[in-house]
C-alpha cells in the first residue's frame, strides 16, 4: 500500500510546497484547508475543507482516513496584528486546539499511522524577544517565554509515545516562495514595487538598519518534510532549515527591482503596511491595467505586508540577530541548498508568469 499523507494548511505557503513535493515523489496525498489550494503544477488532490478549530468537524472528517500513514501539519492561526499576536495566551491556545483536533482522530482511527512534521521556527528561540545564541541549535531553545512551538513538541512526542508514530519538528528561518497570502513576504514586495512603478516613485528600500540574515525555501522546506517522513534519522528530532547562505536586504534589492521590473532608489523607510493601504485603489487599477488573476489585495498579500515590516527591520533601532545552524540537518543526511537571491527571484517570476503580479515592462 502506498504511502499516504494529510497535509494540513493546504493553501498556504508551505502547504502547497509540501503537497507538490508528496505528489512528486509518488504519495497519495490529502490536503486539508479551508480553501481548496491551487496548485502550480495544475494537479488534483483529495480535499478536505475543515476549519481545524472545529473539534466536532475535525473529529467527522478525520475518522475515516483509516489509511493515512503521515501527516504534514503546516496549519497556522494568526491573529489580525501579526507581531502583537505571537505573544497572545488566546493564540497560543488555538493553535494547540487546532493540533490536537488533527492528531487526536487520525492516531485513533488510522491502522499504520507512522509519522507527522511539525513547523517551528526561530521563534522558538525567542528571537522576536531577545537575542538569540548565534548560531542557534536545536538545542538552546529555551522555555522562557510563551511559545505553542513548546507545546506542539510536548504534545506530540508524548503522543506518539503512546500510540507508536514518530515526529520531526523543523524550524525554517523567514520562509518564501510562490504562494500568495499568508506570511510570505514576496507577494508584498511585489505589490510594492508595482505600486510604485506605476505612481512613478523609484523602488527604495523602505526597512531600517542593515543586517545579515537567512532565509529558507518553501519547496525546500517541503522537501526536508519528505526527507524526514521516511527518514529513521529524522524520528523524534528538531532541524533548524535555511536555504544555505545569508543576504541582506539592500545587497539583494538590486536583483529584485531587476525581475520585477522597477528602478531602485535611495533608502525610503516606509511601513509597507502602511504604504499598501494607502495605495489600495492604484493597486486594483494595476489589476484591471494588465488583467491579473490576482484576488483582492488581502488576499494576495495576506500577513506578508506585517511580516515584512518586521523583516525589514522598519522603525526598529535593529534587525533580528537571527543565524541558525543547520549542521544537525546536513549530518542527519539532507544536504540540498538554494541560493536566496535565485529563490527570491524564482518565486517573484512565478508571481508574475502566474498573472498574480505585473509583467516586466520593457
Do not use: C
Request: aromatic letters at 8%; charged letters at 20%; hydrophobic letters at 40%.
Amino acid at each position: 500500500m502506498p504511502n499516504k499523507v494529510l497535509i494540513t494548511g493546504a493553501s498556504g505557503l508551505l502547504g502547497v510546497a509540501a503537497i507538490e513535493k508528496f505528489l512528486s515523489a509518488g504519495w497519495d496525498v490529502v490536503g486539508v484547508s479551508r480553501r481548496k489550494p491551487k496548485l502550480p503544477s495544475g494537479r488534483e488532490i483529495e480535499h478536505l475543507s475543515v476549519d481545524l478549530r472545529d473539534a466536532e468537524a475535525t473529529r467527522a472528517a478525520f475518522e475515516p482516513l483509516t489509511d493515512v500513514t503521515h501527516i504534514a501539519y503546516t496549519a497556522l492561526h494568526e491573529k489580525p496584528e501579526l507581531v502583537q499576536g505571537w505573544s497572545s495566551k488566546d493564540q497560543i491556545q488555538t493553535n494547540n486546539a487546532m493540533l490536537r483536533n488533527v492528531v487526536e482522530p487520525i492516531a485513533h482511527a488510522a491502522v499504520d499511522f507512522q509519522h507527522i512534521s511539525i513547523l517551528q521556527g526561530t521563534k522558538i528561540y525567542g528571537v522576536h524577544l531577545h537575542p538569540i545564541p548565534i548560531p542557534a541549535r536545536e538545542r538552546d531553545a529555551r522555555h522562557d517565554h510563551d511559545n505553542f512551538f513548546f507545546d506542539h513538541e510536548d504534545y506530540v512526542r508524548e503522543r506518539g509515545a503512546q500510540h507508536g508514530f514518530a515526529y520531526t519538528a523543523l524550524r525554517p528561518q523567514l520562509v518564501t516562495g510562490a504562494t500568495p497570502g499568508a506570511l510570505n513576504v514576496l507577494p508584498a514586495i511585489g505589490v510594492y514595487a508595482a505600486i510604485r512603478r506605476e505612481k512613478g516613485e523609484p523602488f527604495g528600500f523602505p526597512g531600517g538598519p542593515s543586517f545579515v540574515w537567512e532565509a529558507a525555501d518553501a519547496d525546500l522546506v517541503a522537501d526536508v518534510m519528505v526527507w524526514a517522513a521516511r527518514s529513521p534519522q529524522a524520528a523524534n528530532e528538531a532541524f533548524n532549515i535555511t536555504n544555505g547562505d545569508v543576504f541582506e536586504w539592500r545587497n539583494v534589492w538590486p536583483a529584485l527591482a531587476e525581475t520585477l521590473g522597477v528602478e531602485t532608489g535611495p533608502d525610503t523607510p516606509t511601513s509597507v503596511t502602511a504604504y499598501l493601504a494607502e495605495n489600495a485603489e492604484i493597486w486594483d487599477q494595476i489589476v484591471t491595467k494588465y488583467d491579473l488573476r490576482s484576488p483582492n489585495l488581502r488576499e494576495l498579500v495576506g500577513h506578508g505586508d506585517q511580516h515584512a515590516d518586521f523583516a525589514f527591520a522598519y522603525g526598529a533601532p535593529e534587525g533580528p540577530r537571527a543565524f541558525v545552524s543547520t549542521i544537525k540537518l546536513r549530518q542527519a543526511g539532507f544536504t540540498k541548498t538554494i541560493d536566496t537571491e535565485v529563490s527570491f527571484r524564482n518565486a517573484l517570476q512565478s508571481l508574475i508568469d502566474h498573472k498574480l503580479l505585473p509583467p516586466t515592462e520593457k
